[in-house]
């Protein structure tokens, strides 16, 4: 018998990618989210979570080719507003994440 597969949803496609993304990428963020959080949000660089990751044995290229830091959507699920900035084409700064409650 063929198994019936239905189109996935916006609702499980976010639910689907936290769990191809290993829990070592969750569990800096979440150090890392409770070491810069004051009044009600967290920044998070990028730099400072590839740099946790690669400590706790993840390879750089891994990280970026898998999509291992697109976590957005897992946080907001959890219940945060998160927003990603990166720098425009004439601006320099570190991009980061912004978790907010």
């Known amino acids: 018998m063929t198994k019936v597969v ?3 949803s916006p609702k499980a496609v976010g639910r689907a990618k936290q ?3 290993p829990s070592v990428v969750f ?3 979440n150090e ?3 070491k810069n959080y004051f009044g009600g949000s967290a920044r998070v660089t990028t730099k400072e979570v590839v740099r946790l990751l690669v400590r706790k044995g993840l390879k750089e290229t ?3 080719s898998n999509h291992w830091l697109n976590v957005e959507e897992a946080y907001a699920i959890a219940g945060w507003t998160v927003k990603y ?3 425009g ?3 320099c700064y570190d991009s980061y994440f ?3 409650r």
């Open 27 to 29: 569990a800096c963020f």
């Open 19 to 21: 769990q191809s993304i």
């Open 32 to 34: 890392l989210i409770a």
């Open 6 to 8: 239905k189109p996935i």
């Open 62 to 64: 891994d990280i970026f």
């Open 85 to 87: 900035d990166k720098p």
């Open 89 to 91: 084409y004439d601006e």
């Open 98 to 100: 912004l978790f907010r």
